[in-house]
């Protein structure tokens, strides 16, 4: 069955760095554009980034351009999300998820099909 596993979420301060990981399973990720999410306490889901299946196409939230950097590796069936200059605002759990074909809006998350279970990422001094 279709799965998408986080991780790499955890407790860091201000400023440092952390890489999540989305391992994929069940269906063929060359095929597919990943997003991946995020909510924060007493906050909306909002979308943080994007990768079209072919690598080509990638979007950023803006408050986390420049910081962050999404990529993908389909030989090891897993999308990354690269955090840097990490702030308390982006404390949240962080969710990945598969992107239904032709679903509109990238930031729209009803587009999308299937979603991981979430990693917590802290951000705190």
């Known amino acids: 069955q279709v799965q998408l596993v986080e991780s790499g979420g955890g407790l860091v301060q201000p400023g440092e760095s952390l890489t999540l990981s989305c391992r994929t399973s069940g269906f063929t990720l060359d095929d597919y554009a990943i997003g991946w999410f995020r909510r924060a306490p007493g906050k909306e889901r909002e979308g943080v980034s994007f990768i079209s299946a072919n690598a080509v196409g990638t979007f950023y939230l803006r408050s986390v351009q420049g910081r962050f950097s999404i990529s993908r590796d389909n030989a090891k069936n897993t999308v990354y999300l690269q955090m840097s200059s990490l702030k308390s605002e982006d404390t949240a759990v962080y969710y990945c998820?598969?992107?239904?074909?032709?679903?509109?809006?990238?930031?729209?998350?009803?587009?999308?099909?299937?979603w991981g279970q979430g990693t917590q990422v802290t951000v705190s001094s």
């Open positions: 998820a598969r992107r239904a074909p032709g679903s509109g809006y990238w930031a729209n998350a009803g587009g999308y099909d299937y």
